[in-house]
């Protein structure tokens, strides 16, 4: 896994695989978060996959999946209120990482 940061507090990569998500508490990140649709990409793990790991591993794990080209202004919403909801660093996953980085910003923008 290849995560940059985007903030201090908010990096993002491309898919991950429910073998990670242990890796990923170890990192010291306090959150993951979806942002790719299952069923998007051959051979993707679905979110339930990544979840029960990231159960399993006591990291919460939220699913906000963003369509491509389309306006994600509810995801950016909740993603705005997941941020103010935690403290550390968050890892946002999708296929390459720019739809986080994307909803990232409009979450800065929404009231």
Do not use: W
């Not at 959150?31 to 979840?51: L, S, T, V, Y």
């Not at 906000?64 to 209120?81: D, N």
């Amino acid at each position: 896994m290849s995560a940059r940061p985007i903030d201090n507090s908010y990096h993002v990569t491309g898919q991950i695989n429910p073998e990670s998500v242990a890796s990923i508490k170890d990192a010291g990140y306090s959150m993951i978060i979806c942002m790719r649709p299952d069923n998007e990409g051959f051979g993707q793990p679905a979110f339930a996959e990544i979840k029960a790991q990231a159960d399993a591993a006591g990291i919460p794990a939220h699913y906000l999946p963003v369509v491509p080209g389309s306006q994600p202004m509810p995801q950016a919403a909740e993603l705005k209120k997941l941020l103010k909801g935690t403290s550390g660093p968050v890892l946002a996953y999708c296929a390459s990482g720019n739809r986080c980085a994307m909803v990232y910003q409009l979450s800065q923008q929404v009231g």
